[in-house]
């Protein structure tokens, strides 16, 4: 069997970021065997198991899913995240999503929201892990708030007033003629925190977070998993 196994000795940081003082974990050396997750996202190619387009989200590249022993080491991750995330309440984990996942859009076939920071879910309980299989020269994971409303979470509450306001407002910035990821402030939004990318880290946050990759255009986009920005990227509900 190959080893998935998250390392004993990981090391793990907690940051709190922005004006709502929102955790965000930073684990370093997070399995034991990284290149055994490389070797199966390049290797790896039967029909459950081809990078390719989700016509069901907005990411801007290509997905293949996760090897389901990877998915169950996740799981081990429930004390950690109950107790940062304030959620020791919640005694069920469950894993809805993970994927490797390579952002290799070409600019110039961006649609705006692709061009936003996003968030996942207004689910308060939902959180996002991405375990980055690339060095830094690839980007990290940057989070935001939007400035004219101050939001850098987006609740059910909030999730009508947010989406009415950015609709004006990249339709007046015209998004559609200067296509690019963002990476950094913006008339639009304020980068609050960022996390650089590092071979075997991985950054969790709640789903809700305003959030986007840090795609390094000097590195092209490369839609393979030995030249292109290779991550995971895991959703998990806590009932």
């Known amino acids: ?33 990284v290149d055994a997750l490389i070797n199966f996202a390049v290797f790896s ?15 801007p590249g290509v997905r293949k899913a996760a090897p389901l022993s990877y998915i169950e080491q996740l799981k081990a991750l429930a004390p950690i995240i109950n107790s940062h995330f304030d959620m020791a309440d919640k005694n069920e984990f469950d894993v809805i999503l993970s994927a490797f996942s390579i952002a290799c859009t ?17 689910n308060m309980n939902q959180l996002a892990m991405v375990h980055f299989l690339c060095d830094e020269t690839h980007g990290g994971t940057s989070f935001y708030k939007h400035k004219t409303l101050g939001y850098e ?19 007046a910035q015209k998004l559609h003629k ?28 709640p789903s809700n977070l305003l959030h986007s990759g840090n795609i390094n255009a000097a590195n092209g986009y490369a839609c393979d998993p030995i030249n292109g920005r290779l991550t995971i990227s895991s959703f998990a509900v806590l009932r």
């Open 178 to 205: 200067n296509p690019h990821y963002i990476n950094g402030s913006t008339v639009l939004f304020e980068q609050v925190y960022s996390v650089e990318a590092k071979l075997n880290r991985v950054v969790i946050y």
């Open 153 to 171: 979470r987006i609740t059910k509450e909030r999730l009508m007033p947010y989406r009415q306001a950015i609709k004006q407002q990249a339709m």
């Open 45 to 59: 190619q039967n029909a459950r198991e081809t990078f390719c387009t989700q016509e069901s989200d907005f990411y």
């Open 106 to 122: 070409e600019p110039d076939e961006l649609r705006p929201i692709q061009m936003l920071p996003h968030f996942d879910t207004p």
């Open 1 to 33: 069997m190959i080893d998935f196994t998250l390392n004993k000795n990981k090391a793990l940081q907690v940051h709190t970021v922005g004006e709502e003082k929102t955790p965000i974990i930073v684990i370093d050396d997070f399995v034991n065997n």
